[in-house]
């Protein structure tokens, strides 16, 4: 879901009777202000897929469906009201001590045994879906602003000069990329090989948030413009 607000507006002069009132219009007629706001459900994530080789045991793991692939399945008692440790939009977390989402909630599908003994298991098909509206990374807004005015110059106004500041990120909201959501069981490892989660910080693993070159590293910014029109 996603909603765009924008718009723009241009204080208009007063009644010009008199010298005060003259310049009294002068001063607040033309200053223009100006936003563009979107705000968006966050992106979605993939369900984590399953390496339990699967389409290797169906002959399909070349041409058209080479990487193919099915889903991890829910854990006995687990659903989508798992899938996460921290809510992404409390910013409650730290993402160099934190995991965001839970990795046990997750289970292997049967792997691929050996059809030829009996009782060995095959592999099995994953009845999830690959996406799930309610499993979603944090909404990340967008809120820009603009502020300035114009200066009508010549007969009739017919040229135009406007001072504008434009800001992006206006309120300087911070934003983590998505976190790893490939496989469950990957290991976790800090930025400090010998460091522990703590004092090196979390790099890999599921349910990881980058923080070094992620999204995040967009904070506000501000532009002055000057555009002139004839």
Same mark, same amino acid.
């Given at each position: 879901?996603?909603?765009?607000?924008?718009?723009?507006?241009?204080?208009?002069?007063?009644?010009?009777?008199?010298? =005060?009132?003259?310049?009294?219009?002068?001063?607040?007629?033309?200053? $223009?202000?100006?936003?563009?706001?979107?705000?968006?459900?966050?992106?979605?994530?993939?369900?984590?897929?399953?390496?339990?080789?699967?389409?290797?045991?169906?002959?399909?793991?070349?041409?058209?469906?080479?990487?193919?692939?099915?889903?991890?399945?829910?854990?006995?008692?687990?659903?989508?009201?798992?899938?996460?440790?921290?809510?992404?939009?409390?910013?409650?977390?730290?993402?160099?001590?934190?995991?965001?989402?839970?990795?046990? =909630?997750?289970?292997?599908?049967?792997?691929?045994?050996?059809? =030829?003994?009996?009782?060995?298991?095959?592999? $099995?098909?994953?009845?999830?879906?690959?996406?799930?509206?309610?499993?979603?990374?944090?909404?990340?807004?967008?809120?820009?602003?603009?502020?300035?005015? %114009?200066?009508?110059?010549?007969?009739?106004?017919?040229?135009?000069?406007?001072?504008?500041?434009?800001? $992006?990120?206006?309120? %300087?909201?911070?934003?983590?990329?998505?976190?790893?959501?490939?496989?469950?069981?990957?290991?976790?490892?800090?930025? %400090?090989?010998?460091?522990?989660?703590?004092?090196?910080?979390?790099?890999?693993?599921?349910?990881?948030?980058?923080?070094?070159?992620?999204?995040?590293?967009?904070?506000?910014?501000?532009?002055?413009? =000057?555009?002139?029109?004839?």
């Amino acid at each position: 879901m996603r909603l765009v607000i924008s718009g723009s507006y241009t204080t208009p002069g007063l009644h010009k009777d008199g010298m =005060a009132m003259k310049a009294l219009s002068f001063a607040v007629k033309d200053w $223009q202000i100006g936003a563009v706001l979107q705000y968006r459900s966050g992106s979605l994530i993939q369900v984590p897929s399953s390496n339990n080789q699967l389409f290797a045991q169906l002959n399909r793991g070349g041409g058209l469906f080479s990487g193919g692939a099915t889903y991890y399945n829910f854990l006995p008692g687990k659903g989508l009201d798992d899938v996460f440790l921290k809510d992404p939009n409390c910013h409650c977390f730290d993402p160099t001590k934190d995991f965001v989402l839970n990795r046990l =909630a997750w289970d292997q599908p049967a792997a691929n045994g050996n059809p =030829a003994i009996s009782g060995d298991p095959v592999a $099995q098909f994953s009845p999830l879906a690959a996406y799930y509206d309610s499993y979603r990374w944090m909404r990340q807004p967008s809120e820009n602003f603009n502020f300035g005015r %114009n200066f009508r110059i010549g007969t009739e106004g017919k040229m135009n000069l406007q001072i504008r500041a434009e800001f $992006q990120n206006l309120f %300087n909201r911070h934003f983590y990329s998505a976190p790893s959501s490939g496989n469950p069981i990957t290991t976790v490892t800090t930025n %400090n090989p010998i460091g522990s989660a703590t004092t090196g910080g979390l790099s890999a693993g599921f349910g990881v948030v980058p923080y070094i070159n992620g999204i995040g590293s967009s904070p506000r910014t501000g532009l002055m413009v =000057a555009r002139f029109t004839f």
